[in-house]
T-cell receptor, first 112, second 112 residues
């Protein structure tokens, strides 16, 4: 049973465009929502994370939007660049949990 | 990635063979994890360990075993490999909390 549902599975965006990846969850105990970025041949690395006490968090061109009532959160990449081409995983966890629950991943390709 | 190393990086084996994947970390973290990554399925937790004497099964532990030889070393074994264990395997570590996980570069395993 997938605790975090992620879409789309793949995404192609033109350079300079906005990339949007969506995730949804059911477990209302979740209180930590990170995004991991994985380049080919590398392990995933933490990109940005949010807690439900805020609706948005921005770090450079990357923004997480969080909708607690809808139990959804999304990653927005502004001014997408070819160097952003990677696989992105959303995840969720809660206080006292033993692990992160990962989404299925989105393969982003940014075309020059 | 250099703080978490995995050996081998690539491995081809035959059905029924026993193989071991090794993970070492220099981050001084107590918590270590083994995940497998499959296309369309994301990252799934196999085993995790919160200290040398603590080993726990994850979501998909059947067919796998682990050994925590020291704080810095966590090995994953496939006792009798089967083709559906063909996947990309990642080791990860985290500090006192599980929130930020640091992944190794991965081991690509092919079972023929």
């Amino acid at each position: 049973q997938q605790q975090v549902k992620q879409s789309p599975q793949s995404l192609i965006v033109q350079k300079g465009g906005i990339s949007i990846i969506n995730c949804a969850y059911e477990n209302t105990a979740f209180d930590y929502f990170p995004w991991y970025q994985q380049f080919p041949g590398k392990g995933p690395a933490l990109l940005i994370a949010i807690r439900p006490d805020v609706s948005e968090k921005k770090e450079g061109r990357f923004t997480i939007s969080f909708n607690k009532s809808a139990k959804q959160f999304s990653l927005h990449i502004m001014d997408s660049q070819p160097g952003d081409s990677a696989t992105y995983f959303c995840a969720a966890s809660y206080s006292g949990a033993n692990n992160l629950f990962f989404g299925t991943g989105t393969r982003l390709t940014v075309i020059p | 990635d250099a703080d978490v190393t995995q050996t081998p990086r690539n491995r081809i084996t035959k059905t029924g063979k026993r193989i071991m994947l090794e993970c070492s970390q220099t981050k001084g973290h107590d918590r270590m994890y083994w995940y497998r990554q499959d296309p369309g399925l994301g990252l799934r937790l196999i085993y995790y360990s919160f200290d040398v004497k603590d080993i726990n099964k994850g979501e998909i532990s059947d067919g796998y075993s682990v050994s925590r030889q020291a704080q810095a070393k966590f090995s994953l074994s496939l006792e009798s490999a089967i083709p559906n264990q063909t996947a990309l395997y990642f080791c990860a570590t985290s500090g006192a909390g599980i929130e930020t996980q640091y992944f190794g570069p991965g081991t690509r395993l092919l079972v023929l």
